[in-house]
């Protein structure tokens, strides 16, 4: 089975502070992990995913697989950063697509 | 752009009606799904598809049914609504090139209230 932690339901930081939002998982395959990101009244969309190791909107994530986690950082939030973040989940080799989401981190950046 | 269209995007029932979620995706995909979002336990996947008559079980199956009779519609039921339906329903969509990216495209929510 496959679970994804995030243990931070709220988070709230200052503008120019880092911030770090955190996802722990659990699988015994070789997953591949990915940040999701609702503003809001928008869709929820794709951020950043392990494999491309990008940087996106000044957000990074790096799997570290012997801690089993994917925290995604950024050195200092913007007001913009605000809204919903989820780290999910895929099996590694999965064609079907099915991603296991966490519960959430509602991200809150105050001016 | 890709888009993916959730025809209702608020609803009320009563409890013990049959309620109809569609959702529309112009892109051809072959992967649908329907998730629901609720507060403090984020998304849980509840039906998928890949195909056309083809369903799979997510997570939470039980009380729902679902449709996919053409390609690019997935339709999402309640044969007999109850309270804690009440919910955020999001339908997502993606090609089965993007499966191995894990990248999904999301409709804008169906708030569906159950009275």
């Known amino acids: 089975a496959q679970r994804v932690t995030q243990p931070e339901k709220l988070l709230s930081v200052f503008k120019g502070a880092p911030v770090e939002l955190k996802c722990n998982y659990s699988y015994s395959g070789s997953p591949e992990l990915f940040w999701y990101v609702q503003y809001s009244r928008q869709r929820l969309q794709l951020l950043l995913r392990?494999?491309s190791r990008e940087s996106i909107k000044g957000f990074t994530a790096d799997l570290n697989k012997g801690e089993t986690s994917f925290h995604l950082k950024k050195p200092f939030a913007q007001e913009e950063d605000s809204a919903m973040y989820y780290c999910a989940l895929k099996r590694g080799g999965s064609t079907l697509g099915r991603l296991y989401f966490g519960r959430g981190t509602q991200l809150t950046v105050w001016p | 752009d890709v888009k993916v269209t959730q025809s209702s995007r608020y609803l009320v029932k009563r409890t013990g009606e049959k309620v109809f979620l569609e959702c529309v995706q112009d892109?051809?995909?072959?992967?649908m799904f329907w998730y629901r979002q609720d507060p403090g336990l984020g998304l849980r996947l509840i039906y998928f598809?890949?195909?056309?008559?083809?369903?799979e079980k997510g997570d939470i199956p039980e009380g729902y049914s679902v449709s996919r009779e053409k390609k690019e519609r997935f339709s999402l039921i309640l044969e007999s609504a109850s309270t804690n339906q009440t919910s955020m329903y999001l339908c997502?969509?993606?090609?089965?090139?993007?499966?191995?990216?894990?990248?999904?495209?999301f409709g804008e929510g169906s708030r569906l209230t159950v009275l």
């Open positions: 997502a969509s993606s090609p089965i090139r993007k499966s191995v990216t894990g990248e999904l495209f």
């Open positions: 392990h494999i």
């Open positions: 598809s890949y195909d056309v008559k083809m369903k």
């Open positions: 892109m051809d995909h072959e992967n």
